[in-house]
């Protein structure tokens, strides 16, 4: 089993910066995919960013492309991902997600709900003057 925590979200102004923080525990592993994904009320569960682990391969949803940045930390098994130039759009329960990579993935796999087999609590994003 893998364990992920979130942390780091709360209330901006439009405009402003936040560094969410993912730290993965439990089942040791030499390659996976993590990934953010983030819920708004009424609607779905959508992609924002994703990283393989061991490569640094980084992918984007286009509404962050630019302003988002996911990246890992090996030593401490934790992936972050800075938002800057936040919007009130991008208010949302962000949640952090993992899956055990057990071969290659074209990066279309990346970003699919599906892929992920582990998730976190989420943590609330606000963005609002």
């Known amino acids: 089993q893998v364990q992920l925590v979130e942390s780091g979200g709360g209330l901006v102004q439009p405009g402003g910066s936040l560094r969410l923080s993912c730290a993965a525990s439990?089942?040791?592993?030499?390659?996976?995919?993590m990934g953010w994904f983030r819920q708004a009320p009424g609607k779905e569960r959508e992609f924002v960013a994703a990283i393989r682990w061991s490569a640094g391969s980084t992918y984007y949803a286009d509404s962050v492309k630019g302003r988002f940045t996911i990246s890992r930390d090996n030593a401490k098994n934790t992936v972050y991902l800075q938002m800057n130039s936040l919007k009130p759009e991008d208010t949302a329960v962000y949640y952090c997600a993992a899956r055990i990579l057990s071969g290659y993935f074209t990066s279309n796999f990346y970003y699919s709900r599906s892929f992920y087999d582990y998730w976190g609590q989420g943590t609330q994003v606000t963005v609002s003057s």
């Open positions: 439990g089942r040791t592993f030499s390659e996976y995919a």
